[in-house]
């Protein structure tokens, strides 16, 4: 079982900043072993796939729209993953959502674990 803990999310001007975490707790398996992903949800839409991580941290896949602006990394002393964003836009309205998965294909469309999200709000 893997727990997932998203926290970091707030209410921030364009073209702000906002650095998410996400804290795992996995029992009977190494956070090592897990690729990592972030997706969000905006209001009305579906849940996107934002960034995934793979477990040594050097491949890192991000969708078009975040390309340039957000940076995926992890901590895998700290069980951590991050995603800094930057030059944060309205239409990065979102939850954000955490996830995992062994597979690192799995974990960019149906990762098996998920956090319960925080909220970024970007206004214009």
């Known amino acids: 079982q893997v727990q997932l803990v998203e926290s970091g999310g707030g209410l921030v001007q364009a073209g702000g900043s906002l650095r998410l975490s996400c804290a795992a707790a996995?029992?009977?398996?190494?956070?090592?072993?897990?690729?990592m992903g972030w997706f969000r949800q905006a209001p009305g839409k579906e849940r996107e796939f934002v960034a995934a991580?793979?477990?040594?941290?050097?491949?890192?896949n991000y969708t078009d729209s975040v390309k340039g602006r957000f940076t995926a990394s992890r901590d895998n002393a700290k069980n951590t993953v991050y995603l800094q964003m930057n030059s944060l836009k309205p239409e990065d309205t979102a939850v954000y959502y955490c996830?995992?998965?062994?597979?690192?294909?799995?974990?960019?469309?149906?990762?098996?674990?998920w956090g319960r999200g925080t909220q970024v709000t970007v206004s214009s």
């Open positions: 996830a995992a998965d062994s597979s690192e294909m799995s974990v960019t469309t149906t990762p098996k674990y």
């Open positions: 996995a029992s009977g398996r190494s956070f090592n072993n897990l690729a």
């Open positions: 991580i793979v477990r040594t941290g050097r491949n890192i």
